[in-house]
């Protein structure tokens, strides 16, 4: 099963997972951040990001400013002329892209602005940093429908808090709680 292939086949979990994530920001749990950081690990040793890409595919990344005139820069456009060929303004003033797939991405998957890409792109999809409860809302709640790797690290989670009752987490806990069909298999 590759990466996209999962997604779908857990779309009927998406509910109890999104349930659980926004029960996770009150819950009581010590050692989260170590846990979730070595799913993170254990997510990338089984996705190959070029073998997926649906981040690129379906989402826009959010640029900061400096991202638009360091890619501007880098592609011999203004700041405006950048702007008006690829951006538009959302509802908040974030600038997004106007379209998707992003206009970046090559046949190949891979970025054709990679050493300049938005910081966005750079730290997707944030399940790598610490404060996982802080990104719940914003992001890892949305993006369980779109990151096989946010997916896995939540499904891991769950599986360990609700299935297996554990409240004292472990970096350790990645290894010694076996994944028993939770999380992306390969
Ligand atoms: S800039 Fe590159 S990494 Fe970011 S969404 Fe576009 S193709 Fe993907
Ligand atoms: S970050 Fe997530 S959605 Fe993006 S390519 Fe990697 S696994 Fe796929």
């Given at each position: 099963m590759n990466p996209k292939e999962y997604l779908k086949s857990k779309k009927k979990k998406y509910p109890t997972y999104t349930t659980f994530l926004r029960g996770l920001i009150q819950r009581k749990v010590r050692g989260l951040d170590s846990l979730a950081i070595a799913l993170n690990k254990e997510a990338f040793k089984k996705i190959d990001c070029l073998e997926c890409a649906n981040c690129c595919t379906v989402m826009s990344p959010t640029y900061k400013k400096s991202d638009v005139k360091r890619i501007a820069k880098h592609l011999g456009m203004s700041f405006e002329q950048y702007y008006d060929k690829y951006l538009y303004k959302d509802e908040i003033g974030d600038y997004m892209n106007r379209?998707?797939?992003?206009?970046?991405?090559?046949a190949d998957k891979k970025c054709s602005i990679y050493p300049v890409r938005p910081d966005d792109c750079r730290g997707?999809?944030?399940?790598?940093?610490?404060?996982f409860k802080l990104y719940i809302s914003g992001t890892h709640k949305q993006n369980i429908a779109y990151c096989p790797a946010t997916l896995h690290v939540v499904e891991r989670l769950h599986q360990i808090?609700?299935?297996?009752?554990?409240?004292?987490?472990?970096?350790?806990m990645a290894t010694t709680i076996k994944p028993e069909g939770a999380g992306y298999q390969g």
């Open positions: 379209k998707t797939p992003c206009q970046f991405l090559k997707f999809p944030h399940t790598q940093n610490k404060d808090i609700i299935e297996k009752g554990e409240r004292n987490l472990t970096a350790k």
